[in-house]
């Protein structure tokens, strides 16, 4: 069954209800990043803050913590994102809901998009060879394992939570969907692919990605069934 948007259970549907508050996020967000990439476009091998935390990262390397951080990055990683966006999506048009499963694919893709095209702009590389234990080829800022987790874990369960009817099991998706990106994103730099400000960026700009689809999206299907 499709959504009630309008329902008071669907308490994200305020967003789009309250643009002076969504507004202010997505302008707080921007404000964040502007500053952020400022100071990491004063440096590129890293702030002294990136570095300390790099440095405190290796030094509490161990097992059974650094096999852990490799399941959580793939998790977090383009092709598990990419899977999880495509099975909600398909999911949500076999029960007819097409503006949900447009809100999911468009978000997405968008971040995607975003990822591509700040790294290109920016410019950054990642942290020495030395310290990764992964391999990684692609610029660093922002993190985008960081971003995409935050925009496309937070639209699935945008998506879905409403649909659950338990109240502890919406409440562990909620608690879930908020606990993975900052996982994933503290994964990275664990495993020496990219400085704290990297993944910081990632999540500043897939929340404002996030919660400029969820506006706009709420914006526009209000708009449509007011319509004569």
Known sequence: MPIDYHSPRVAWSGLGHRIPLAAALIATALALFGLLTWVVVGNMDGTPWDVRVLDWMIAHRGEPLTTVARVITDLGGTVAMTILALVTVI????????????LVGVTSLGAGALVWGIKRIVDRHRPPMESRLVTELSLSYPSGHSLGSAAVVGVVAIALVPRIRRVWVRRTAIGAAVVFPIAVGLSRVYLGVHWITDVLAGWIVGLLWLTLSVTLFIRLHARGTTRP
């Open 91 to 102: 999911w949500l048009l076999a029960r007819r809901d097409l503006p949900v499963a447009a």
